[in-house]
Every structure is written in structure tokens, then in C-alpha cells.
């Protein structure tokens, strides 16, 4: 942290800041210009809120300097972390394609989609079954039963699974079923649950809230880490802004920011970021194009009969068709699919 005193603040309120900050437990290194005196702030412990300094007087300006975020940042860890899961890596060279029906609606229905992802080329089969839905009166999912079927069907077809949970209670049956747990936007600061993943050695996808920045998304990302695992993967999924044309507005620029400062894989989520199928494909391109290190696409063999997120669901055959041009952008910028 560096203290930037007021040009002619006395020599008094600068011993007063010094005071301060030794107090706190930092170093301190003085540089004394002809106009102003900067104070080099270095250590910084747990529990110091910067602001304390920006309200003492004499002080102009509070500049932090390194990222709060010291396991999930790049600065004590230059090269990207891949993670695993069953024989799949995200991180690597290979862009990762999760698929699969917003919710778990029916043994046939996972059944039938598994299929047609893995033919197209996904590595996960995403469904979910326990649903955060704005409305207590719309469908809330199948529960484990959902997770069942979820399984049963990623087995049958060599897929992985990737499903979201909303509660700490939850884990015991997710780690039965789940080898990717999707923590969703509305839970991204839930502290507890975070806490709680960071005791599990399992991949955690982690999405970021709808009005979070990408600083908060890396911090609840370093709540897991924190408790000791290691293993999560970051997911743009859009955010709320004054446009109502989509659902979300697909921060595609999330991206690149985030491979500067973190080395976590971040995947993109075109569906939930734009909520309408016509504008999912472009958006997938964008997101690897831009670097993503794999995708979250809702498809389903029906989606006009959809229980949950129809509209922005594709047809099997758009998600064939989007994986081919995929394949032609990963290769493009030398990577695969
Ligand atoms: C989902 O993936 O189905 C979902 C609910 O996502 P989000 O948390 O991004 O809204
Ligand atoms: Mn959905």
C-alpha cells in the first residue's frame, strides 16, 4: 500500500500516519519529496481496512498495491493452474464444451440429450437439479433424483457431470453424483457454502454474481482456495446492465482481464448471458475467441417444451452445427475442441 500525504501536510500528521501503520504491523518506507511526502506501506495483515488510512488527515490518496486475492491472483503463481476432473483438463490447450438442458426434467429427456452432446463433441453434461428460480412457483428441480438420472446418463456416454448446488446440506449427495459442482450467480457470495467447498476435493465451477465485479468474483474464488481446495474453474455468465435486450449482458472482456490476474481457468456461458438461443452461437465465439477456457451451453431435445430456460436452450442440431465453427476459432487462435 502506498499513502500519498497532502502536498505541505505537517511533519506532525505525517508521524501520525506512521504511527498508524506501524500499529497495523506494516513496514514502513518514507520518501520525502519537495512537495510531498509518500510513505511506503509494506506487510499488510489481515483485517486492515484501507479506508482507515484514506480518513486520516493529511492524506490524499490510498494507493493498494498488491491484490487481495494471494492464491487465486498471478502473483505468487505465474503459469495457468489446469484443473482436472476424470480424464478432462480445463486450462490446458483443449477448450472444454459443457452441454446439457437447464434442469434435469426426466430420466428419457438426460438421456437422450447425453447423446447428442457427446456426439457433437462436449466433455460434460450439465443439468440441474437443484434450481435457484426467481419463482417459489416455478420448477425447482428433480433433487438427487435429477442427479441420478444425471449420472446414469454421463456414464452411459463417457461424459462428466457438472450440476449446481444452492446449500452446504447438499454436498453429501453432490459429491456421490457431481464431478464438477456449479456454484450459480445468486450464490457466488454465499461465504458459508464457499467455505464449506473449500474442505472438498472436487472442481468447483464458480459463476460470477449478476452485479458482482471481477475483483469479488476472484475473492469468492479465494474463499474456496482458502480452505484448502485448490480445484476452481471462474464462469462469465453475463451481468445485469441498464440493456434490456438480453437476458444479461455477456462480459466477453471478463475474459482477458481475468487471464491477467488470475491463473484459473475461466469458461464462458453464452446461454444465461444472453437468454436467447439466436444470440448463443456468436457469443461462444466471441468467448473463445477471447480466450475462454471452455463453454456452459443450455441444449435440449426439446426446448420449446423446456421446464426451465426454453428460449435460450439450443436445438441438438444448432449445437452440432456451433461446435463445428468452435472447432475452426479454437484452431485459430491454437487451441482445440
Ligand atoms: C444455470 O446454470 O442453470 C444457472 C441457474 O445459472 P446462473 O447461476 O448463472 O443463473
Ligand atoms: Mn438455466
Same mark, same amino acid.
Do not use: W
Given at each position: /500500500?502506498?499513502?500519498?500525504?497532502?502536498?505541505?501536510?505537517?511533519?506532525?500528521?505525517?508521524?501520525?500516519?506512521?504511527?498508524?501503520?506501524?500499529?497495523?504491523?506494516?513496514?514502513?518506507?518514507?520518501?520525502?519529496?519537495?512537495?510531498?511526502? %509518500?510513505?511506503?506501506?509494506?506487510?499488510?495483515?489481515?483485517?486492515?481496512?484501507?479506508?482507515?488510512? @484514506?480518513?486520516?488527515?493529511?492524506?490524499?490518496?490510498?494507493? +493498494?498495491?498488491?491484490?487481495?486475492?494471494? &492464491?487465486?491472483?498471478?502473483?505468487?503463481?505465474? @503459469?495457468?493452474?489446469?484443473?482436472?476432473?476424470? !480424464?478432462?483438463?480445463?486450462?490446458?490447450?483443449?477448450?472444454?464444451?459443457?452441454?446439457?438442458?437447464?434442469?434435469? @426434467?426426466?430420466?428419457?429427456?438426460?438421456?437422450?440429450?447425453?447423446?447428442?452432446?457427446? =456426439?457433437?463433441?462436449?466433455?460434460?453434461?450439465?443439468?440441474?437439479?437443484?434450481?435457484?428460480?426467481?419463482?417459489?412457483?416455478?420448477?425447482? !428441480?428433480?433433487?438427487?433424483? !435429477?442427479?441420478?438420472?444425471?449420472? =446414469?446418463?454421463? *456414464?452411459?456416454?463417457?461424459?462428466?457431470?457438472?450440476? =449446481?448446488? /444452492?446449500?452446504? /446440506? *447438499?454436498?453429501?449427495?453432490?459429491?456421490?453424483? $457431481?464431478?464438477?459442482?456449479?456454484?450459480?450467480?445468486?450464490?457466488?457470495?454465499?461465504?458459508?457454502?464457499? #467455505?464449506? &467447498?473449500?474442505?472438498?476435493?472436487?472442481?468447483?465451477?464458480?459463476?460470477?454474481?449478476?452485479?458482482?465485479?471481477?475483483? =469479488?468474483?476472484?475473492?469468492?474464488?479465494?474463499?474456496? /482456495?482458502?480452505?484448502?481446495? #485448490?480445484?476452481?474453474?471462474?464462469?462469465?455468465?453475463?451481468? #445485469?446492465?441498464?440493456?434490456?435486450?438480453? +437476458?444479461?449482458?455477456?462480459? $466477453?472482456?471478463?475474459?482477458?482481464?481475468?487471464?491477467?490476474?488470475?491463473?484459473?481457468?475461466?469458461?464462458?456461458?453464452?446461454?444465461?448471458?444472453?437468454?436467447? +438461443? *439466436?444470440?448463443?452461437?456468436?457469443?461462444?465465439?466471441?468467448?473463445?475467441?477471447?480466450?475462454?477456457?471452455?463453454?456452459?451451453?443450455?441444449?435440449?431435445?426439446?426446448?420449446?417444451?423446456?421446464?426451465? *430456460? !426454453?428460449?435460450?436452450?439450443?436445438?441438438?442440431?444448432?449445437?452440432?452445427?456451433? %461446435?463445428?465453427?468452435?472447432?475452426?476459432?479454437?484452431?485459430?487462435?491454437?487451441?482445440?475442441?
Amino acid at each position: /500500500m502506498v499513502i500519498v500525504m497532502q502536498p505541505g501536510a505537517s511533519e506532525e500528521r505525517v508521524q501520525a500516519v506512521i504511527e498508524r501503520l506501524v500499529e497495523k504491523g506494516f513496514d514502513v518506507h518514507r520518501s520525502t519529496g519537495v512537495e510531498r511526502t %509518500v510513505l511506503g506501506a509494506i506487510g499488510s495483515k489481515n483485517g486492515v481496512d484501507f479506508r482507515d488510512f @484514506e480518513l486520516l488527515e493529511g492524506v490524499q490518496e490510498v494507493i +493498494r498495491i498488491t491484490e487481495p486475492y494471494k &492464491l487465486a491472483g498471478r502473483t505468487f503463481q505465474k @503459469e495457468n493452474s489446469q484443473i482436472k476432473a476424470g !480424464g478432462v483438463v480445463i486450462g490446458g490447450p483443449e477448450v472444454v464444451l459443457m452441454a446439457g438442458p437447464c434442469s434435469v @426434467e426426466s430420466r428419457t429427456q438426460i438421456k437422450t440429450i447425453a447423446k447428442l452432446v457427446k =456426439e457433437a463433441g462436449a466433455k460434460v453434461l450439465r443439468g440441474g437439479a437443484f434450481k435457484p428460480r426467481t419463482s417459489p412457483y416455478s420448477f425447482q !428441480g428433480l433433487g438427487e433424483e !435429477g442427479l441420478k438420472y444425471l449420472r =446414469e446418463a454421463a *456414464d452411459a456416454f463417457g461424459l462428466l457431470t457438472v450440476s =449446481e448446488i /444452492m446449500d452446504r /446440506m *447438499d454436498i453429501p449427495i453432490a459429491i456421490r453424483y $457431481i464431478d464438477i459442482i456449479q456454484i450459480g450467480a445468486r450464490n457466488m457470495q454465499n461465504f458459508t457454502l464457499l #467455505r464449506e &467447498l473449500g474442505n472438498l476435493n472436487k472442481p468447483i465451477l464458480l459463476k460470477r454474481g449478476m452485479a458482482a465485479t471481477i475483483d =469479488e468474483l476472484l475473492m469468492a474464488a479465494e474463499y474456496v /482456495m482458502s480452505g484448502g481446495n #485448490r480445484q476452481v474453474i471462474l464462469c462469465e455468465r453475463g451481468i #445485469r446492465t441498464f440493456e434490456n435486450a438480453t +437476458r444479461n449482458t455477456l462480459d $466477453i472482456s471478463a475474459i482477458p482481464v481475468v487471464k491477467k490476474k488470475s491463473h484459473l481457468p475461466i469458461i464462458a456461458d453464452p446461454s444465461h448471458g444472453t437468454g436467447l +438461443r *439466436d444470440h448463443v452461437a456468436p457469443m461462444a465465439r466471441a468467448a473463445v475467441a477471447a480466450g475462454a477456457d471452455g463453454l456452459l451451453i443450455e441444449v435440449h431435445p426439446e426446448p420449446d417444451k423446456a421446464l426451465s *430456460d !426454453g428460449a435460450q436452450s439450443l436445438y441438438p442440431e444448432q449445437f452440432t452445427g456451433l %461446435v463445428r465453427e468452435l472447432r475452426i476459432v479454437a484452431e485459430a487462435i491454437g487451441r482445440k475442441i
